[in-house]
């Protein structure tokens, strides 16, 4: 595609936390499944280790995506629509097997269609937080005698490791859903450099020209 028909979508701190938190989210499923007993890796202690510092790292990461989301408005890119949400179903059931166009083309107002907004504002909002709660109430185990928890640990080790396959799933699905573009790494490479190949429509002018800009001079270290 030609330089009008590319879009400048993420900047550089969204990229940097969508890949650091694959790769926490991959860690943490290796570690996780490991100390559950699935298979032996790297020996329950330092699974065990591992994957407790990544469920930190994690959290923090997680508060500032959240003030970043906040105070740059990009949380209105995950504000719910049911518009167009049958035509994007049909069109990863059908459409996309008959090489029709996307009915959703993205665009710095839109970076997620429909069918993305539900999920990700699901994931955000709900499997998130519940990953995080189970979690630290399987970490600090020892302490629900003090503030009276009688609950079975068993029943929480089956929450937690349900809220994994859930992320493996989605990981499962994610995987293949960026090798549905123009190219097999046509969304990977917009995820690595910002700009992202669109179908129908234009590039704002002033993309264009930032794109051009940015082929001369690096992107600032601000982001």
């Not at 879009?7 to 570690?31: A, C, D, K, S």
């Not at 185990?141 to 859930?166: D, I, K, Q, R, V």
């Not at 989605?170 to 917009?190: Q, R």
């Amino acid at each position: 595609m030609n330089g009008e028909n590319v879009i400048y979508l993420y900047p550089r701190f969204e990229r940097f936390w969508h890949w650091f938190q694959t790769l926490l989210i991959l860690v943490l499923l290796v570690t996780g499944f490991e100390i559950h007993g699935t298979y032996a890796l790297l020996g329950f202690e330092t699974a065990f280790t591992v994957h407790n510092f990544c469920a930190w790292a994690w959290l923090v990461l997680y508060a500032f995506i959240v003030f970043w989301m906040l105070t740059t408005g990009e949380w209105k890119q995950y504000l719910p629509t049911y518009k167009k949400l049958y035509d994007v179903g049909l069109y990863y059931t059908i459409g996309i097997f008959r090489g029709e166009p996307h009915p959703v083309p993205k665009s710095t107002r839109a970076k997620h269609n429909p069918l993305q907004r539900l999920t990700y504002l699901g994931i955000v909002t709900a499997l998130v937080p519940f990953q995080i709660i189970t979690g630290f109430l399987y970490y600090y185990y020892n302490a629900w005698p003090e503030m009276g928890w009688g609950w079975a640990l068993s029943t929480l080790a089956y929450l937690h490791t349900a809220g994994a396959f859930a992320f493996l799933v989605f990981t499962i699905v994610h995987l293949y859903m960026i090798t549905t573009g123009a190219t097999f790494f046509t969304h990977t490479k917009a995820m690595i450099t910002g700009w992202e190949e669109v179908e129908d429509a234009e590039a704002h002018a002033w993309e264009a020209k930032m794109r051009r800009d940015a082929l001369v001079c690096p992107e600032p270290a601000t982001g």
